[in-house]
Structures are given as structure tokens and as C-alpha cells.
């Protein structure tokens, strides 16, 4: 009599779309990383032939979407004459010297007039009739050094109704160019989203439209403008790629004086600033992870600051759905450097498989209601005008590396505080609700409106504990703005919030207020100041310390160095640098390593001081006593489980070693592994009894590997 089978299919039929990629190279077995979905990038891009790209990659079972550039993109035939027969290259967005900022050759950085966007028009309804199912607009990228172009001039005629004027010349022209900027892009999305909805639907679809883009944290430190928090409001608007990876964590922080790459730290800010800006909306929100970077390093280099940015990306248990790498094609093809070795080499395959067990747990890893350990309830005030601030400055005034903005975050993250960010723009959607002590400045940002500060003095009165810090010094602060204008005459907009707070003129020179049931402090200090001078953080935690316990009432503010989340088996840890003490973290109990390709089993793992950990708790497997794949370097489906047998289908791209760690009731007798072509070689099966765990070894297949063990 046949065994019982049981057919269990993890990834057929209808799209999860949980996990992504994109990719503007043709489908190839060589990067077929098996997520849910591909975005298949540009039309133009990749030689064209664009419907046969999206065909290729939907034969091999993915669900196809379409991402291509706002800003710029392979657009070559409009800027070069051959969509109306203008070129346009006049449109490029242009410094004070007269020059274009480019992005490539051909391929400037634009400024959204309605005939690009008519042009946008073509490339979305194609794909929309190539049958994708979304549409992502990435990257809304204005730089803060451009505004001198004819074309930006005649937007701002048309928008403020008075002449252009020059961005250098006051702090004044430097704010209107900056909202200028930002609301070009707003209305560029907004106009190209309305076209994607009411074009699909009169076919019979209703096609979902995304925008990747940097975090606010980042644009703001790079000194871009883009719409960021206020693209929610657009009806048509489905979500957001949180794009940010080595390349924009690396970029230098200071603490305690000193200016260096803090990768994790600022990772964990950065995703955590995409959170607080659509949490409230209700929008969809991808985390974006990606193996190496643009600019060339060391193969060394890469993993280092993937497993930091990886880590952090997963501290947040309210986001489950990723975009786990961009460009597959560069990771497994491209060439990088080798520390001790002359020539570049491609990818090492223990890095390819630990790589694709890291993104393949992510297609199980589950949403979750656990915290991060530690103190709760801080968080720092964000506004979309902090991007408005950065470039050029005016009367000496400083923000170096925004420290403005990590003076009041980095010190709290380095004593193991889980800080969180809240949006101004968010304020009226009760954006406040878990938080019991709130930190703002107005030396890099300013409040857009009246009823913003009316919603924290709410807060305040109902029992919140606000900190300010500022001098309120910067020639930002007399910009012509509602705070100064008509029936308000405040100096700085701080002004109009105390007196909403009945804070009177001893805000001056700083101290604690009663207001309502709440507390308010203020620091006649720039937060810069916090971080950029040695043991400057030290008053900050004893002040942010005495308003949580004593202020809020909110509980311990315990210090310590080390962050750790559990999501369903998953365990995920931190250990920080420069923090109170450099104490190792022991994490004790029965674990698989997920970043070692040998997926050991390990009952003791220690974690280091600016290293991470991932781990798979075996005690916390799901329907422990089921055979399943606990850790895989390939995307398990077509699972059979018979009473003495256990079938499974691995894909997985070519030239790469699967490891996988599986649950068995029993020690294995017999291991069958095949693709089409035949037998293949087990390269290694380990049994390991007190687990009940095989760890099984084989060369990847992109067609799958047949997988039969027996007991």
C-alpha cells in the first residue's frame, strides 16, 4: 500500500508579493533568485525590447511589474529629438555655474515638464499593456544645487506668480526654490499615478502604483528635494520601496566628536524614518536590501554592511514585505575586489549561498507583535522641510552631515534606546500615540503649518513629555512664512509653539515647564552640538533619562548595548560600538546560523560590538513536529510528505551551492537529488541527531532540483 502524500505548494498560483527584485537585464538562470516578483526596469533600457523582457520573466513564474526612473532614465529619444522631433535637453536641471547635472550620458537629471510627462505617459501605458501589474516611479530627485535653469525659472514664474529668484542670494529664495522643487515632483506623480489608474481600469484592471525612494534621512544628508511624506495623500498612491542600503548607510555620522561610517546605526534610523512616514497612511512599504553597492569595494567589504543593513531592516516586525536586491545581474556577473588579490573576482560562492539563504528566510519571515528589547516610547521630530535647509547655507550657518538630526537619535541608538522618528506631516493621524517623550528642533527643519504645533501642545496638555533643542540662530528662521506673516509677528516658529504651550519669555534661556499634564524642557542648544564635541551626549541621555522616568512616568530608561528581536523562529541581534560599555552578547539556546553558509547548528552564539547576528530558533519552528526545510539557499516548493519519505523542488540560480537544514523524524536512509538531466552529486549530508536536522548540499539548478529522502 502507497504511502499518504501530502502536496503542500509554498509559491504557486496567486502572487504573494512579498519579495522582489528588479532588474532591467533579460530573465537568465544565472541570477533567477526566485522571488515573488520581478520588476522588470525601463523600456528602453537593456538593448529595449521590453515586452519580450517582461515575457521572459513571466514564463519562468513570476509576476512581472514595471519600475523605471522619474528623474532620469534612458529617455534618449526624448531628450534627443526622436519622440517630437525637440530635443530637450534644455529640461536637464542646472547648477549656478551653467552646467547640467547628469546621470549618465544623454540622460540628465529633469525638471517634470507636461510635455516629459506626456512623454512618461507612453512608457507606462505600454507596460501597462504588457500586462504588468504595478507600476513603481523611483527616485524623485531634485538636487538642492540646481534651480538656474530657463525651465525652472518659468515654473517658478508660473507657480509663485513673480520672477525667479536666485537660490544663493537669501535664505529666503533658497526655501520657495526647495518647495518649488519638492512640489514639482508631487504634482508630476500625482498627474502620472491619475493617467496609470483611470487608463487601467478603462481596460478592465486596476494597476497599483508605487515610489521607491531614498529615506528622508538620506535625501536630506545628500541634499536632494523629493515629495516623500506627502505622496500618501495622493489617492492613487498604493506605496513605498524604502530604498536604502550600504550605499546611503555609509554615509558618516559624527558621535562624541568623531565623523565615521556607522552603517548599522544609521540603517536602523533610516528605516525607521520610511516606518513613521506611511505607519499612519496605511500604505504598503517594501524594505530594500541589496548584497554589494554602487561604488566599487572590497567582496569583504559587501557582507560586513549587508548583514549590518539586513539586521536592521528586520528590527522593524511591522514590515514583512522586501525587495531583496536590485540589478541580480551585477551581484552574480559583476567583478569586485578581493582583499590580497590583484584581479577582481565575481562572487565567492560561500557568499552566494550565505546571500541566498538570507533572502529566501525572507519569504517565511512573519509579521510580529514583539518589540525590540529595551526603553519604548522616544522619538525625534522629522519634517519634510529638513531637506529644504541643506544647500546652499547663508550666514555661516552649519549643518555638518545633518547632525541637527542624529544629535537627538545617534546618542539614544549608541545606549541601546530602540529611538523611533515621528512625521510633522503625520501629526494629525494621532502619528503620537506610543510615543511618551518626544524630541524636536527647529535648527534643521521648520513646521509647514499653525495647526501642527496644536497638535503637539494637544499632546503635551493630555500628558506628553517634549524636549526642544535650539538656538533657533539660523537665517532659516526669519524666512517670510506663517509664523511671520500676517497676523503672526514670531521671530521663529518655536515662539508660536510656546505660547500655545503658555511657555512665556523664560523659554529664552531654557528650563522645565508644567503644561497641562505634560512637561515641557528646552535646551538653548543646537542638537549638532550633541554629537560633533567629545562627551557632548552625556547631559542629553541624563536630561532624555529624567524626563522618561520622572517626566513621563513611562518606566526604567535602561542603557545597554545590544538590540534583540524575535519573529516567529526568527532571532535577530545588534551589539553595538561606542556605547556605555563593550560587553559581548550570549544568546544561549538551540539555533541554526543563518549567515553562515554551513547553516551550523549552534546552542551558543556570541555577538561582538558592531556585529550582528541571525538565527533561526529550532524551538520556535513552526509545527516543530513537521518535516520542513528550516533554512534554505533556494526557494523550496512542491512539497510531498509521505510517512517514510519527504519530496521537494529547490530553484535556484545556476553556478551556486544550495545548503538547506531540514526537519526529519527520522536519520535519513537513502538521499535522491536530480534535476531533468539526472542524478546529481550530494556534495555533503550531515545528520545532526539531537536537531533531528540534515544539512544537505548540492549544486543550484534555475530549472529545480528533485530532492527524495527516505527514512
Known sequence: ???????????????????????????????????????????????????????????????????????????????????????????????QNGQTIWHGENVPYIVPTANFLSYMKTHVKRAIDAGVTAIYLEEPEFWARAGYSETFKKAWQKHYGFPWMAQHESPEATYLSSKLKYQLYFDALKEIFTYVKSYSMSIGRNVKCYVPTHSLLNYSSWQIVSPEASLANLDGMDGYIAQVWTGTSREPLFYNGIKKERVFENAFLEYGSMVSMTAPTGRRIYFLTDPIEDWQRSWDDYKLNYQATFTAQLLYPMVNRYEVMPWPNRIYKGKFKVEGMADKQTIAPAYATQMQVMINSLNSMPQSDNKLNGSHGISVLLSNSMMFQRYPTHKGYEDPQLSNFYGMAVPLLKHGIPV????????????????????????????????????????????????????????????????????????????????????????????????????????????????????????????????????????????????????????????????????????????????????????????????????????????????????????????????????????????????????????????????????????????????????????????????????
Open 1 to 95: 500500500m502507497p504511502a499518504a502524500i501530502y502536496p503542500v505548494e509554498r509559491a504557486s498560483g496567486q502572487s504573494l508579493q512579498k519579495t522582489s527584485f528588479q532588474a532591467s537585464a533579460p530573465f537568465s538562470p544565472d541570477f533567477d533568485i526566485r522571488a515573488d516578483v520581478a520588476m522588470v526596469y525601463g523600456i528602453n533600457d537593456d538593448g529595449g525590447e521590453f515586452e519580450k523582457r517582461v515575457k521572459g520573466y513571466r514564463d519562468k513564474g513570476y509576476e512581472v511589474q514595471f519600475m523605471t526612473g522619474i528623474a532620469w532614465g534612458q529617455y534618449k529619444d526624448y531628450f534627443l529629438g526622436e519622440w517630437d522631433g525637440k530635443k530637450h535637453l534644455d529640461e536637464g536641471q542646472m547648477m
Open 420 to 711: 523611533s522618528t515621528v512625521h510633522m506631516e503625520n501629526l494629525a493621524g494621532n502619528a503620537l500615540k506610543d510615543t511618551k517623550v518626544l524630541i524636536m528642533s527647529y535648527a534643521n527643519m521648520k513646521p509647514s503649518s499653525a495647526s501642527e504645533h496644536k497638535h503637539l501642545a494637544d499632546w503635551v496638555r493630555a500628558g506628553g513629555v517634549l524636549l526642544y533643542y535650539g538656538q533657533d540662530n539660523d537665517p532659516f528662521q526669519q524666512v517670510k512664512e506663517w509664523w511671520n506673516t500676517g497676523e503672526n509677528k514670531y521671530n521663529a516658529p518655536s515662539e508660536h509653539l510656546f505660547k500655545l504651550l503658555s511657555i512665556n519669555s523664560k523659554a529664552n534661556t531654557g528650563g522645565t515647564f508644567k503644561f497641562g499634564k505634560g512637561t515641557v524642557y528646552i535646551t538653548k542648544q543646537d542638537p549638532k552640538d550633541i554629537i560633533m564635541t567629545a562627551n557632548g551626549h552625556q547631559k542629553f541621555i541624563a536630561t532624555v533619562k529624567q524626563a522618561y522616568e520622572t517626566g513621563a512616568k513611562a518606566g526604567k530608561f535602561l542603557v545597554k548595548n545590544n538590540f534583540v528581536l524575535e519573529r516567529g523562529p526568527y532571532t535577530i541581534a545588534a551589539v553595538l560600538d561606542e556605547s556605555a560599555d563593550s560587553k559581548t552578547l550570549e544568546l544561549n539556546g538551540h539555533f541554526i546560523d543563518l549567515f553562515d553558509p554551513q547553516l551550523p547548528v549552534v546552542y551558543k552564539k556570541i555577538v561582538t560590538p558592531n556585529t550582528q547576528a541571525y538565527l533561526y530558533d529550532l524551538k520556535r519552528a513552526p509545527g516543530k513536529q513537521q518535516t520542513q526545510v528550516l533554512a534554505s539557499a533556494a526557494r523550496v516548493t512542491d512539497e510531498q510528505r509521505g510517512k517514510k519519505f519527504y519530496k521537494i523542488i529547490a530553484k535556484s540560480p545556476d553556478k551556486t551551492i544550495n545548503s538547506m537544514r531540514i526537519l526529519l523524524p527520522n536519520k535519513p536512509s537513502t538521499i535522491k537529488v536530480a534535476n531533468a538531466d539526472g542524478a546529481l552529486k550530494v556534495n555533503r549530508s550531515d545528520w545532526d541527531a539531537a536537531s533531528h536536522t540534515l544539512l544537505l548540499s548540492f549544486d543550484n539548478f534555475s530549472q529545480g532540483v528533485n530532492v527524495q529522502i527516505n527514512w
